[in-house]
């Protein structure tokens, strides 16, 4: 499957600061790609870099098979984690001059906002100054700003943030849809969860480096089944058991294992049983995306 965007040994520096160092990866296109990493491991000025807005200082980066132009440029639709909207102007007419700079004729441009603000719940705030909107509102005039020109190539620097729970889930339904129409969607989140139901690959990177790369399924697979998810009513006491668990999470009447190598999870119920715990849940999983980032980060910082 071809490239939608192909970084090769880049880096970018800030004076003494390396910001990224010697970053590859390859994004196919189709992909929903998350790129992830604790703050300030390089994400946003990598996003960055693919939109052209810095050069980089070494190596080279391809946006569906060309070189970084001004043609690549509109090939893109970006995101930014800081909103880039003009707040005196209407939220309208400022889809509209976002619209003609990405090359649509006004007319279509004001149909094409139209159509997204009424998608999005804010048709009746169409006349009203970008500044009226609440911050949640004005995330998505920032995202109907990204997709207005129908780019096959979309960027998108944490999404979700200011979002409510249903919003949230709307923008999400979007990006799949999108997604199932051909377009490449490029992720950056703090939001471990979204990550894990929509991404099909990601890019870890912390120090400007990539820590972990791959398809996410073949990640999850390769540590296995060692985290036991127990919901039980009684005394925890049953978990303190050394030989056979690493770590425990609690959540009220939720355990959540992280077993030893080579431990044995009936151990663990023989135990809650003995001391007439009663089990409701009790389930071996893959270690959840949010366990994987925290021990690579962990790790690359030791």
Known sequence: MADAVLLDHVTKRYDS?????????????????????PNGAGKTTTLRMMMRILVP???RIEILGQPLSERSQDLMGYLPEERGLYPRMEVLKVLVFLGALKGLAESEAERRAREWLDRLGLAEWAGRKVDDLSKGMQQKVQF????????????????????????????????????????????????????????????????????????LRAIKRAYGKNILR??????????????????VSHYGEVAEIK???????????????????????FELMEPPLNEIFIEKVSASDA
């Open 57 to 59: 200082d070494e190596g």
């Open 259 to 281: 077993l030893r190598p080579q431990a044995d999870p009936q151990e663990i119920l023989r135990a809650a049983v003995a001391r007439g715990v009663r089990i409701t849940r």
């Open 144 to 215: 109907a700003a990204a997709v207005l020109h129908q780019p096959p190539l979309l960027i998108l620097d944490e999404p979700f943030t200011g979002l409510d729970p249903i919003n949230a889930a709307l923008l999400k339904d979007i990006m799949l849809e999108l997604r199932a129409r051909g377009a490449t969607l490029i992720l950056s989140t703090h939001r471990m969860e979204q990550v894990e139901m929509m991404c099909d690959s990601i890019c870890l990177i912390d120090k400007g480096r990539n820590v972990l790369s791959g398809e």
């Open 17 to 37: 600061l390396v910001a990224v160092h010697d970053l590859s990866l390859s994004i196919h296109q189709g992909a929903l790609f998350g790129l992830l990493g």
């Open 230 to 247: 127990i919901e039980y009513q009684g005394e925890d006491g049953f978990l303190t058991m050394p030989a056979q668990i690493e770590k």
